[in-house]
């Protein structure tokens, strides 16, 4: 063989060898998670589905992925300095479970390490991204919020206690998705010609008066919007709820897992799924910018029948048949 073949396959061979030599090493790499969220520890299931979502797309904690965990136990003023913890770490990826609130402060905290979130309820209105089709800059994830959710959730009220003409509605006024949220009953609110009546609480300590306040305007309802405070004291605002006869529903199910009546909303495990093929997809080496945000396809209708009888309300079958899950 000349000289000059074997340069030519020498040269051919260093130039295939270069590229797979870079394959092998990312391909063998332990990529750095932080998961940021809004809940308590001591609620946080949600952490553990994500984590089998990852296991099913190949990602393994401790062999091919180490997650930096860090919860705000429902404190919101705590995301920014947690963000800037998990900045600081230089992790490859942040993905973050606390809604808008923890979806801004990450969003704040920096411009260039991939985010994605789940569950944020209007990502544009809020200013997180620039728009659902195109994201633009380092964020990406999805929304819990549909515009078809207010309308059902107040079309089901209705059919389900017809008596109700007012509609009290808890918010936690440092939740800034809230307002948004608010818009949507308000318009539907209106077209079913039921009066929205909001009450305000941002720590245990306000429940009470919230509860006594919606209680006067009879006949009323009460939806209690998604938050992780409320989420977390979901027991406390059933027990609530049923001191002062309110038929209870909300857009998560812990509403009538906990002795509310009713839930109407995006069902959480498949957000979560579609986070971790986003996540895997950003580890890939996709850019978050060009992954559009996902908008949420399967909803779940819970019902507490138990609850129900407590407050003398008998759930029309119609309704029943509907139903993802009746709580007997």
């Known amino acids: 063989m000349n000289n000059r073949r074997k340069l030519v396959i020498a040269l051919g061979a260093s130039a295939l060898a270069a590229p797979l030599g870079v394959f092998a090493q990312q391909k063998g790499k332990v990529w750095r998670l932080g998961f940021l969220t809004t809940y308590p520890p001591d609620n946080d299931l949600r952490f553990e589905v994500f984590k089998q979502h990852l296991r099913d797309l190949g990602h393994v904690e401790g062999k091919t992925i180490t997650i930096d965990y860090l919860t705000a136990g429902g404190k919101y003023d705590r995301l920014p300095t947690l963000a800037a913890d998990l900045v600081r770490r230089n992790v490859d990826v942040i ?49 819990n919020q549909s515009p078809e959710v207010a309308p059902k959730l107040l079309e089901l009220l209705k059919e389900i206690v017809p008596s109700t003409k007012h509609v009290g509605i808890l918010t936690n006024p440092t939740n800034s998705s809230h307002p948004l949220v608010l818009r949507e009953m308000q318009a539907a609110a209106k077209t079913l010609r039921l009066e929205i009546i909001v009450v305000n609480a941002g720590t245990p300590a306000e429940f009470e008066k919230a509860f006594a306040d919606i209680a006067r305007n009879r006949p009323v309802s009460l939806v209690i919007l998604a938050d992780p405070l409320f989420i977390s004291e979901a027991g406390r605002l059933a027990t609530l709820a049923a001191k002062y006869r309110l038929p209870a529903m909300g857009t998560v199910n812990t509403v009538p897992e906990s002795g509310g009546l009713m839930s109407y909303g995006a069902n959480r495990p498949a957000l979560l799924r579609r986070a971790a093929i986003l996540v895997d997809k950003v580890l890939k080496g996709a850019k978050p910018a060009d992954l559009p945000i996902e908008q949420p396809t399967k909803f779940d209708l819970v019902l507490n029948k138990r609850t129900a009888k407590d407050l003398g309300i008998k759930i029309p079958n119609s309704i029943l048949v509907q139903a993802t899950k009746v709580i007997d």
């Open 95 to 143: 993905m973050v479970d606390g809604g808008t609130p923890g979806a801004i402060a990450v969003r704040n905290a920096t411009k260039t390490i991939p985010v994605v979130f789940v569950a944020v309820g209007d990502p544009v209105g809020s200013g997180i991204v620039a728009s659902l089709a195109r994201p633009g800059g380092n964020v990406t994830g999805n929304s």
